[in-house]
């Protein structure tokens, strides 16, 4: 069992910048991929980003591109989620997650933390 603890959300302005972390505990998430998911209100979880357990490859979904960039620290066992120029659209619930891919939907993945809002005004 997997148990991750999301932190660092908040509330910034268009244009600021939020890095919430992810840290895994228990059985550790070795090997594991680790992603960030989103979810508005009244809207899907979507996908934001993943890492794999080396860190040589990431994946990012076009809204975020040039804009996020995810990193991880074995030695901690946490996932960072780096936040630059926040959008307005960019409200809303984020989750990390992790297992055995690199699938960028929510099913794929055993392993959810409770989440951490992320509000951005314009």
């Known amino acids: 069992q997997v148990t991750l603890v999301e932190s660092g959300g908040g509330l910034v302005r268009a244009g600021g910048s939020l890095s919430p972390a992810c840290a895994a505990s228990?059985?550790?998430?070795?090997?594991?991929?680790m992603a960030w998911f989103r979810q508005a209100p009244g809207k899907e979880r979507e996908f934001v980003t993943v890492i794999s357990w080396s860190g040589s490859r990431t994946s990012y979904a076009d809204s975020v591109k040039g804009r996020f960039t995810i990193s991880r620290d074995n030695s901690k066992n946490t996932v960072y989620l780096f936040m630059n120029n926040l959008k307005p659209e960019d409200t809303a619930v984020y989750y990390c997650?992790?297992?055995?891919?690199?699938?960028?939907?929510?099913?794929?993945?055993?392993?959810w933390g409770q989440g951490t809002q992320v509000t951005v005004s314009s």
């Open positions: 997650a992790a297992d055995w891919t690199m699938e960028v939907v929510p099913s794929a993945y055993r392993y």
């Open positions: 228990g059985r550790t998430a070795s090997g594991y991929s």
